[in-house]
């Protein structure tokens, strides 16, 4: 199952005539099975939140290459999706920003005053609702149905360890981030987000400086959630969930707002 924009950059219709190019007001950086969509969702529903103008959450803009002569061009395209009223800020939430090796640094170096946000959920946990995610979505388009061994190959070689990786590498990704827009950056705990999420709504609407007083009332409705889970944690390798727990403690030390207590 592949969204239109992984397979090549969104574009608009036409340049809005009313108002000039800009860089999105917010853009959500990551990171995946963290409860991202249902918060875009919540955002949406601000009055003072409009949505962007590729109408998606997640346009994975950077995570396409372009040759160095379009890239003028290429961004100018992108800010295209944020025209409109100041006073209603709009953005987007892709999270394979976060994970994909080379659209972390472009995005922010083509975004100088743009707000990041994250959201991070407890590593072995976000693996395990990653790698199901790939199982009941991806692996359906990619893999020929009903042959355990293309699956078994799949799952093995390329799912487990690709985003085992991409997990561990989260400390070094944040420590980046904090260190060329700390100011500008909101770090989520997803399990605040479940457990609380007026006040973390509050906090995240005060971030985007709009009225943090908004009530909304539908909040506790989730989306794209996980239905079908294939695979569990009992067929992982310890020394693998060791290294998930050892991200799980650099995290929490990074972050001493988060609850420790939320990830035991």
Not at 181 to 209: C, I, M, S, W
Request: glycine letters at 2%; aromatic letters at 12%; hydrophobic letters at 35%.
């Amino acid at each position: 199952m592949f969204s239109p924009q992984m397979l090549k950059p969104i574009t608009v219709a036409s340049v809005h005539p009313a108002y000039p190019l800009c860089e999105p007001a917010f853009i959500g950086l990551g990171t995946p099975k963290a409860g991202t969509s249902w918060w875009y969702e919540q955002l949406l529903q601000h009055p003072q939140i409009r949505d962007n103008r590729f109408n998606v959450k997640e346009s994975c803009y950077f995570c396409h290459n372009w040759p160095e002569e379009q890239h003028g061009q290429m961004i100018e395209n992108y800010f295209q999706a944020f025209q409109g009223d100041a006073n209603q800020p709009c953005g987007e939430w892709s999270t394979l920003y976060f994970s994909h090796p080379s659209a972390l640094k472009r995005v922010v170096q083509a975004c100088p005053t743009s707000l990041f946000m994250l959201t991070f959920r407890e590593p072995s946990k976000c693996f395990e609702s990653w790698v199901n995610q790939i199982l009941n979505r991806r692996a359906k388009s990619l893999l020929v149905p009903d042959n355990p061994d293309a699956l078994y190959m799949y799952l093995n070689y390329d799912v487990i360890p690709n985003i085992h990786a991409t997990i561990l590498s989260f400390p070094a990704k944040l420590a980046y981030l904090q260190s060329v827009a700390n100011h500008r950056l909101l770090v989520l705990q997803y399990e605040k987000n479940r457990l609380d999420p007026h006040q973390e709504l509050r906090k995240t609407y005060e971030f985007l400086g709009v009225d943090k007083n908004f009530n909304n009332k539908n909040v506790s409705h989730l989306v794209n959630k996980t239905q079908d889970h294939q695979f569990n944690l009992t067929q992982v390798p310890k020394h693998m969930l060791d290294e998930l727990h050892q991200t799980k403690q650099t995290l929490l030390a990074m972050l001493p707002e988060f609850s420790a207590q939320l990830w035991d």
